[in-house]
């Protein structure tokens, strides 16, 4: 059994230093480039091979100093290995998506994201703008407050039998990944970290509270891309696609213009089974949206079906993207992805 929660994620405004997340904005990214998108997926060896790779590793305490979340307060620190896992598993779904996946840890930014951890676990509660506990010094909180505000956020644990397992910094990652729920319209901690332009980030972790500094976008020189999918073309690992799980197409804002028009096919081609999205068409239980605030790259088609669709491996579908505008002319997208089970994934996960 899972216990998972995540609070909807913020947006960076256009041009802004990264701040705070619940800044709105709606403008076009500078730091978008132009690029032809020519990734057409990964094979299963290379995903079993590189997860094998990447799959969490630490074991024992996270911490090397033990945080304080009641007076006297202290952020502590989490091991490097914790960050690590954390940091590969970030590859991992950037390395799934076709985007560079050479992210790496900015060691000013951990005292950062720790402080942010500390500060939720002594609330109780996720929040960007958590407030300030009674007894709590202030630079601690204004240092904390300022991580909660720019970080994604997340609790959780897992209970295998009479076992209960926290939520890792790493399981977060996942979790941000899926954006299920109430966060699944935006899917705004799935976009920041499949944004091109992040080079850095670092985690914190207190009692399964997790935060991930999500603004960055150092990366350089920038990537040119056309689309970025998830669940992306080609392969994926089953255990990465939960009955609820939001589909997202990202697009290039300086290649393509939203039209009003958006309309998505998905075909379930072992039986032919085919839903249809759109802003006047949705699926019973099912959702649609074209969202353009920038969480790290606007302009988001999010779709999905019915809540009770059930996953299976050798699942193929087909996505049909119509109703785009590319460069000024009329566009389409259209691409398969083949679900396949990873099972060392699940068990990995599950902790």
């Not at 009641?70 to 076709?98: F, S, W």
């Not at 197409?249 to 249809?276: A, H, Y």
């Amino acid at each position: 059994m899972l216990v998972l929660f995540l609070l909807p994620c913020g947006v960076l405004p256009t041009g802004a230093a990264p701040a705070n997340l619940d800044d709105a904005a709606d403008a076009v990214d500078q730091n978008i480039v132009l690029g032809d998108n020519s990734f057409s997926g990964r094979s299963r060896a290379d995903i079993s091979s590189r997860w094998f790779a990447s799959k969490p590793t630490s074991d024992g305490s996270p911490y090397i100093t033990q945080p304080s979340w009641q007076i006297p307060y202290a952020a502590g620190a989490i091991t490097a290995q914790y960050q690590e896992d954390a940091l590969n598993m970030v590859n991992y779904m950037r390395y799934l998506a076709g985007l560079p996946d050479d992210v790496v840890i900015n060691d000013e930014w951990i005292e950062l994201t720790q402080h942010g951890a500390v500060l939720l676990k002594a609330y109780g509660y996720l929040s960007h703008t958590p407030p300030k506990p009674a007894d709590m010094p202030d630079d601690f909180y204004k240092f904390a407050y300022k991580a909660c505000s720019s970080n994604n956020i997340a609790y959780g644990y897992s209970k295998v039998g009479s076992v209960i397992y926290p939520l890792s910094a790493a399981d977060s990652v996942k979790m941000y990944m899926n954006d299920l729920d109430i966060s699944e319209k935006v899917v705004g901690h799935r976009r920041w970290i499949l944004n091109p332009a992040m080079k850095q980030t670092a985690f914190g972790w207190c009692e399964s509270f997790s935060t991930m500094y999500a603004f960055d976008k150092s990366r350089n020189p920038q990537v040119g891309f056309d689309s970025i999918a998830w669940p992306p073309t080609g392969q994926f690992p089953l255990q990465l696609c939960p009955s609820k799980l939001p589909w997202s197409i990202t697009l290039n804002s300086k290649l393509f213009t939203p039209t009003g028009q958006e309309t998505v096919t998905m075909t379930r081609l072992g039986d032919n089974k085919t839903w249809e999205f759109s802003a006047n068409a949705i699926p019973v239980d099912g959702m649609f949206t074209v969202d353009l605030k920038n969480y790290g790259v606007p302009y988001c088609i999010v779709f999905r079906p019915e809540t009770s669709l059930q996953y299976a491996s050798e699942d193929t579908f087909k996505i049909t993207v119509s109703g785009l505008k590319k460069n000024g002319a009329a566009a389409s997208i259209s691409y398969t992805t083949t679900l396949f089970d990873l099972p060392e994934m699940q068990v990995a996960l599950k902790k």
